[in-house]
């Protein structure tokens, strides 16, 4: 067959160990890290799934190889625990029955031990060990490394590489990047040393040398060894480019892949993650100019999704290999997509960080498009209904399209009933946003996958009573979504309000001076776009607060953006009448405050259509309620519960 993508579905040989495709999962942290740090079952077919997904290698994520100094709650193997070489080996068979390669990422976090722990304060009675002594921003003291534990530390990394191997591993992968104990060494900012560790780029680079070759005597010639790092610091005082170069070069000898990423933990989260305001692929260039000057193959990543993209970065050269964390959350089954031709099948990953917002919060995984992350022992095969039924879907958001194709994978034949003329719900109102325009894919993209599935749809069709009753349906599920929260303040039904849902067919009435009246997540992404679009924003906001309802991942980088941005912001300020040459609002201390703004975006929230989901609860003999119409929440909910509700018929 001729490949639509003939160079990501390429073959690559790394050491003496042949990979199906250019496509590896990224290391990815586990779901069920047991009390004694070994992998948990759960974990285990986290990790499966991506393989059985086609991906060409799945990194399990993160070994921390010297508990003794680094207090953070992640993986250990070794052989003291009970269970430990055990979980280890039984994850790298999950991964190696389907054609991936198992790989383990060997980590420490030198001064930021604790990371991971749901429980911050916890971290303030570990021991915080660093290439040199200091205070840490929040106040932790660091204690400077001896030579003798640096000496214990290169060790364990070995010992835990062949214990890798013995399980089953077939590629090590030395965690060098993002301000853990390696890159901390490697960085002028941390590392202050007067020893052979410090000082010149040479002496920063010989805790690396010894590591990797401690990996390498314990696993031997030929079996690939792949040392990810940050091209660049990415801040004042940390290296840069060229220096990454540098580093490169003289670690390249003793490796097989180099994996290129970007920042560190005093750079910040969405630099090494890039959010929904950065291009796709903005970290790809650090990769692409170190290719330039050394031998080895290349591994480059950061927020990768697009098949056409990951396709011209391996043929141009920039890389050798891609490597992807949330878009392999969002569709595992993205690398066997593309290696059979069915790209238009993917389903994209948002970048809304739901997935490491769960982790921080919960110490679980969740996707917000993707049900089965963190749940896969619950099943992922979708199991063919014993007696089929007639199913009736009303609404054709994402939760309604998510139960829709699940029932007809089951074998259910599904009549899907939206009342405008276009599927998507609410995520129809994201296409005229640039960094949200996949939100307005995911719609697309469930609506093709609908069709595929041999769901009737039916456009410009609301459900009544009546209308459900007279189809006489088996099972209805009802995701009829919310509406606009739109509150009796005067004048907020005038023709220069625009409700948010709606900017998309009225964005040509846009002036220049812009009100957003509500400085929820929805109100606050909408100011960013039209600020970004030149125009001057003004966001109003009730709460002493902007986005509470933003998750704690998304949070910070949204009210970067709107700082970064010059959003002219007024909290604590309620809206009392809106005229047209802008509103009036009443601050805390009860002064009356005009902000000025020829056009109003009202984003002041969503309400469930409880009156109308209501009136379906007797249509058929098992009915369900799933997304917006129960409560306003989120995408995660309605695609969660509209799988589910499928599941149950």
Known sequence: MRRKYPNLCKPIKIGNVVFR???????????DITADCTIGRASTAFYELRAKGGAGAVTVSECMVHPETDGSHAFHLDLHTPGSLASFTYTADAIRRHGAIASVELSHSGQYAGTYLTDKDK????????PSAGVRPDGLEVKE????????????????????????????????????????????YFNRRTDQYGGSLENRVRFAREVLDSVRKAVGPGFPIEFRMSGSELFEGG????????????????????HISAGTYQRGFSTTHPSMFVPHGCNVYLAAEIKKHVSVPVATLGGLNDPAMMEEIIASGKADVVEMARALLADPELPRKIMSNRDEDIVKCLRCFTCMAERAVTSTRRCAVNPLIGRELDGTEIVPAARPCKVMVAGGGPGGLKAAITAARRGHKVILCE???????ILKGEQAIPFKYEMYQLGVTLGKLAADAGVEVRLNTAVTKEYAEKENVDALIVAIGSEPLVPPIPGLQAENVI?????????????????????????????????????????????????????IRHRPILLGEIDKLKIHVHTGCKATRVTREGIFCAAANGDERF??????ICALGQQARRKEAEELVDCAPYVAQIGDCVRASTITTAIYQGYHAALDI
């Open 21 to 31: 495709n250019r496509m590896f999962s990224a290391p990815m942290g586990g779901t």
């Open 123 to 130: 971290k303030r009675g570990l021991a915080q060990w660093g």
């Open 145 to 188: 490394l001896t030579e003798e534990i640096i000496a214990d530390i290169v060790a364990a990394y070995g010992n835990c590489a062949a214990l890798a191997k013995r399980a089953g591993f077939e590629l090590i992968m030395v965690h060098g990047g993002h301000g853990w104990l390696i890159n901390q060494f490697l960085s002028p």
């Open 239 to 258: 290296y840069d480019l060229a220096e990454g170069v540098e580093i490169a070069r003289l670690l390249e000898s003793r490796i097989d892949l180099l």
């Open 419 to 425: 009342k405008t003329g276009e599927l998507g719900g």
């Open 499 to 551: 409700i948010v849902n709606d900017y998309y067919l009225k964005k040509d009435m846009v002036g220049d001076r812009v009100v957003v009246l509500g400085g929820g997540q929805a109100g606050c992404e909408a100011a960013i776009h039209l600020a970004r679009e030149g125009k001057e924003v003004h966001l109003v906001e009730m709460r002493a607060e902007l986005a509470p309802d933003a998750n």
């Open 595 to 600: 902000v000025a703004g020829a056009t109003v």
